[in-house]
């Protein structure tokens, strides 16, 4: 209007108006964590990090050739293809043959991601929508949950397991529910407890279940060739009918060490798979060419690299299991992904809740372990530890836990939850 001066608001007045779906993400319970750890390692502590599941070692020598090689080729500098180049999806297909007696159609039955997290984030946002409801055990590993909300779906928890018994509380969940739950999400081995299924045997009840309530299934088989112990991880693709059900979804970041290269696939459902490409094909230009082909010769010439680095974990495993139980902490030795699940003991605990504890091993030990908190209420009373770190670091990582915990150091009695970071704050690292 004439005569009236605008008003400026400066910045204090200034509020953003995010989108309601990220007011509906769970509050970032690691933001303490990773900020601490931050703050202590630019002040030059040592943190020793058993927390994250982020690969130290390095990929196989030939993947990086490769990768050094097609990078330096211009044909390769351009955008790909979303769904990955056929050359890729072909040598993942002639991989589940062989590891898994399991034909797919590299055309229409199997989609390369930006890592198997980037995939099943954007399958959810091709599958579900507000009224929608996905299934998953409790504890969880959190996109499993995250990914949901920000689709604009619900989470319905039901208590983890790997037996008859947990598949009859999803099917309690399902009947009694209305609407009626649309996804249901599997993840073996299981983060973060590790637990694993025997054989087909558990996803062929799943597909039985799928197909008698009307429901689809995503499996995250992110820890598919992390095993030990000569077990060997079940496909859900090797079940009868579960292409007619679901998907699966693999990753690169694990078995060949190739976390930083963000690179996995989603296969299964024909019908399942077009949604993802279609939702792909408006979000990005597909994975840097140059990765794609390295991958191709990871599938080719990877075993041993495999083999190799299964070993390490083992023996990471079979230290942190015997020094974790002399601790006093509660474990089992799993035969599959690269964490360890245990419950930490009253006496070390003191009253605080895993978040608490896990600062405080932090600030005490300077040892950095996921507390169970930040995997679902089921969680708590336990901490996540992975097996990334080399013997020696391992090794030292339970010295200083034990003379903190177990050897008169004085502890800060329980304390006040420390303020949660913001709600909705995400990151990359939210426990890979």
Same mark, same amino acid.
């Given at each position: 209007?004439? !005569? ?13 108006? =995010? ?25 030059? #502590?040592?943190?020793? +990090? ?29 955008? @790909?293809? &979303? ?25 229409? /039955? ?7 997290? /980037? ?15 996905? #299934? ?18 619900? =989470?319905?928890?039901?208590?983890? !397991? ?72 079940? &496909? ?16 690169? @970041? ?26 792909? !094909? ?37 230290? $942190?299991?015997?020094? $974790? ?7 089992? &030795?799993?035969?599959? @992904? ?25 600030? /005490? ?7 169970? $908190?930040?995997?679902? /209420? ?34 800060? &009695? ?7 970071? +913001? ?10």
């Amino acid at each position: 209007m004439p !005569g009236v001066e605008p008003k400026i608001m400066n910045q204090d007045e200034w509020n953003i108006d =995010v989108a309601d779906r990220l007011h509906r993400l769970p509050p970032y319970l690691f933001g303490q964590i990773n900020k601490l750890k931050h703050e202590k390692r630019v002040a030059g #502590v040592d943190i020793i +990090d058993l927390g994250m599941g982020n690969p130290m070692d390095g990929a196989p020598e030939v993947v990086v050739d490769k990768l050094c090689e097609a990078a330096r080729d211009p044909r390769n500098h351009r955008y @790909s293809a &979303s769904a990955g180049v056929l050359n890729l999806r072909r040598d993942l297909a002639k991989l589940y043959e062989r590891i898994y007696d399991v034909q797919l159609d590299p055309e229409t /039955e199997v989609i390369a991601t930006i890592g198997s997290k /980037e995939g099943f984030s954007h399958l959810c946002l091709a599958m579900l929508g507000p009224g929608d409801t996905a #299934v998953v055990g409790d504890p969880y590993f959190p996109i499993h949950v995250y990914s949901v909300a920000i689709a604009g779906a619900n =989470v319905i928890k039901v208590d983890a !397991g790997c037996d008859e018994a947990f598949l009859q509380r999803v099917q309690h969940v399902v009947e009694n529910i209305y609407p009626k739950p649309k996804v249901l999400i599997l993840n073996y081995p299981h983060n973060p407890t590790a637990m694993t299924v025997d054989d087909v045997s558990f996803f062929d009840k799943v597909v039985d279940l799928a197909k008698r309530e009307g429901i689809y299934v995503i499996h995250d088989f992110a820890y598919w060739r992390t095993c030990f112990d000569d077990y060997k991880a079940p &496909s859900f693709m090797q079940a009868k009918g579960a292409k007619d059900v679901g998907v699966e979804f693999v990753t690169f @970041s694990k078995p060949y060490n190739m976390a930083g290269f963000r690179i996995g696939f989603c296969v299964g459902n024909k019908e399942i798979i077009r949604a993802l490409a279609k939702i792909k !094909g408006y979000y990005d230009y597909g994975i840097f060419q140059p990765i794609q082909i390295a991958s191709i010769l990871a599938m080719r010439e990877g075993e041993q690299a495999i083999a190799d680095q299964n070993d390490i974990y083992q023996a990471r495993r079979d230290i $942190l299991v015997d020094g $974790l139980r002399k601790l006093g902490w509660e474990l089992d &030795s799993p035969r599959g @992904s690269m964490f360890l699940w245990a419950k930490v003991p009253e006496k070390h605990l003191q009253g605080q809740n895993t978040l608490e504890f896990a600062l405080r091993l932090m600030e /005490e030990a300077e040892v950095v372990v996921s507390p169970g $908190l930040g995997f679902g /209420e089921n969680g708590e009373k336990h901490v996540r530890v992975a097996l990334v770190e080399n013997e020696q670091r391992i090794k030292q990582a339970l010295r200083q836990m034990d003379r903190a915990l177990n050897k008169g150091i004085k502890m800060p &009695s329980a304390q006040k939850t420390p303020e949660l970071a +913001d709600e909705g704050k995400l990151a990359d690292d939210v426990l890979m």
